[in-house]
């Protein structure tokens, strides 16, 4: 029986609140019509819509069904409901192209797209090859079983989710969530990090990743809590915090909330410092949160915000402690049942200080939806016979310099972990340093083919309003901190950097832009 299931059917005559929608309300709790939609209805709404999928008999077992659906109490119904009907839930984002959007259903075979009112138009395109279908008519069919029942008839090891890597370095695959990935996720995080019925989760992130839908979303929905459902909006996420115990948010946002902050009357940073300082917990994932960043909140709230480590293969696997100390630029140590290991460059596959971070644990994904030999480059199996270990992809390692020895992500192997002159350099490293000049808004530092250095380091910077700043200011700038090998060759100034839904830069792409910007002089550290 499927644990992700039995924790939500538990809720089916729970009057409290699940999704907090429209006005601010944190002491809504059950189906006021203003907003508040209770556990027990987002339940009937699940069992309701699981009858419509199986009207004409079952769901093949793991059946991809697809929900373009706005953040609402039916996307969490239409969720569950695809799951109690033995289906597994495809996730599209109103902000993709339609070319990308009809790859990803072509791609995980779906027959099936539930589409709410808001999305009708975008949905449009898909018609002519899937079956598209209103979500609001579905909610009120008729039940044929209770959730329990349904639930019971799911295993642990049926596919769940299918959720698409943000192709980063290459096409997007397909990465495949069984219902015990999910349900342990569910569960090692909630616990972890304290969730409990009396939380209210500001949630503003897409539910089309990882970060938006399992650790965010499912982890408060599996605890009893609240979670209150909003598109990101700096000031309004700053009034919010008011009536929330928890905010989960990407570096992106912070940047974000403190461009508006900065903007603010006095009053207004008094008011949002005061309710910010009130939350019980701040999250940041998805990227590393740049130190300057996390000292900002520290300033306002007393405490840095609580990274941790997750990619969509495996969902949270490091954390750092809710109650114990928390350093910037650190992830923390894996949760329980997560193991771990650095492992250095060559075929022996030996321990290393400095390397690529490999995991295993149940919360590890089953593989990519019909990529045998993507799913079997991404394993490596153990010698001594257990469970194969998962290669991230991210080069880490540990600081012994601070309690508990915590891990430090140093940049995706492919993008950030940049071989410059004989040198192998850290991207982020560098970044760290030019956000500290009072010039720089963003930067993205990434190499470029070089015929003399192997790869030429290029810092893509984002000036500050209108501040005056030349590249030989910045190369200067990091040369007084940094070794000289580690110094940018070349410095270009753009009005935006490349970024995807979460707002994280899109690497490869801005190296595909860089030519029409960049002359290579030779330059000298």
């Known amino acids: 029986m499927s644990q992700l299931l039995a924790r939500f059917a538990a809720r089916a005559d729970d009057p409290r609140a699940a999704v907090l929608e429209g006005p601010l309300d944190a002491g809504a709790r059950g189906?006021?019509?203003?907003?508040?939609?209770?556990?027990?209805?987002?339940?009937?709404?699940?069992?309701?819509?699981?009858?419509?999928?199986?009207?004409?008999?079952?769901?093949?077992?793991?059946?991809?069904?697809?929900?373009?659906?706005?953040?609402?109490?039916?996307?969490?119904?239409a969720f569950f409901g695809v799951l109690l009907a033995g289906g597994a839930v495809v996730v599209l984002s109103p902000l993709h192209p339609a070319p990308e959007t009809?790859?990803?259903?072509?791609?995980?075979?779906?027959?099936?797209?539930?589409?709410?009112?808001?999305?009708?138009?975008?949905?449009?395109?898909?018609?002519?090859?899937?079956?598209?279908?209103?979500?609001?008519?579905?909610?009120?069919?008729?039940?044929?079983?209770?959730?329990?029942?349904?639930?019971?008839?799911?295993?642990?090891?049926s596919p769940a989710l299918q959720l698409y890597t943000s192709g980063t370095t290459g096409k997007p695959k397909g990465a495949v969530l069984t219902h015990e990935n999910i349900g342990v996720q569910q569960a090692l995080v909630g616990r972890a990090w304290g969730f409990s019925e009396s939380d209210v989760l500001l949630h503003a992130l897409p539910l089309h990743h990882m970060h938006g839908l399992a650790i965010a979303l499912l982890t408060a929905i599996g605890a009893g809590a609240a979670a209150r459902l909003r598109a990101f909006d700096a000031r309004a996420v700053w009034d919010e915090m008011a009536n929330a115990t928890v905010f989960m948010g990407v570096p992106a946002m912070y940047h974000r909330l403190f461009l508006a902050f900065d903007a603010a009357t006095d009053e207004e940073r008094a008011r949002w410092s005061a309710s910010a300082a009130k939350l019980r917990l701040a999250t940041s994932g998805s990227a590393a949160l740049p130190v300057t960043l996390a000292e900002r909140w520290r300033a306002v709230t007393g405490t840095i915000p609580l990274e941790r480590f997750g990619m969509t293969e495996i969902g949270v696997g490091i954390s750092n402690a809710l109650h114990g100390p928390r350093f910037a630029g650190s992830v923390g140590l894996p949760l329980p049942t997560v193991e771990t290991k650095i492992v250095g460059e060559g075929p022996a596959h030996e321990d290393a200080?400095?390397?690529?971070?490999?995991?295993?644990?149940?919360?590890?994904?089953?593989?990519?939806?019909?990529?045998?030999?993507?799913?079997?480059?991404?394993?490596?199996?153990?010698?001594?016979?257990?469970?194969?270990?998962?290669?991230?992809?991210?080069?880490?390692?540990?600081?012994p310099s601070?309690?508990?020895?915590?891990?430090?992500?140093?940049?995706?192997?492919?993008?950030d972990i940049l071989k410059s002159g004989g040198y192998k350099l850290s991207a982020l490293e560098i970044e760290e340093v030019l956000?500290?000049?009072?010039?720089?808004?963003?930067?993205?530092?990434?190499?470029?083919?070089?015929?003399?250095?192997?790869?030429?380091?290029?810092?893509?910077v984002v000036r500050r309003g209108d501040a005056a700043c030349e590249a030989a200011d910045l190369r200067a700038f990091v040369r007084e901190r940094l070794a000289p090998y580690k110094v940018p060759k070349d410095v270009v100034f753009l009005a935006e950097l490349p970024k995807n839904a979460l707002g994280k830069v899109v690497k490869p792409e801005l190296v595909r832009q860089l030519p029409a910007h960049l002359r290579l002089p030779t330059l000298s550290s």
């Open 353 to 399: 200080d400095v390397g690529e971070l490999w995991i295993r644990g149940p919360s590890v994904f089953a593989g990519y939806h019909r990529k045998d030999a993507e799913t079997a480059s991404a394993f490596v199996p153990d010698p001594r016979g257990g469970a194969p270990w998962f290669r991230t992809g991210d080069t880490v390692t540990r600081d």
């Open 435 to 460: 956000r500290e000049h009072a010039a720089v808004a963003e930067v993205a530092v990434v190499g470029i083919s070089d015929e003399a250095w192997g790869e030429r380091v290029v810092a893509c």
């Open 31 to 77: 189906d006021d019509g203003g907003g508040a939609r209770s556990y027990a209805s987002v339940v009937r709404g699940a069992v309701a819509i699981a009858a419509a999928l199986t009207t004409d008999g079952p769901l093949p077992p793991g059946e991809r069904v697809a929900l373009l659906v706005h953040p609402s109490a039916g996307f969490l119904s």
């Open 102 to 157: 009809a790859y990803f259903c072509a791609d995980a075979g779906v027959r099936t797209v539930l589409v709410s009112a808001p999305m009708r138009e975008l949905a449009a395109p898909l018609a002519g090859a899937h079956a598209v279908r209103a979500l609001e008519p579905l909610l009120a069919t008729p039940a044929g079983a209770d959730a329990r029942s349904l639930a019971e008839a799911v295993a642990e090891a």
């Open 402 to 415: 601070l309690e508990g020895a915590p891990f430090r992500i140093l940049g995706r192997t492919s993008v």
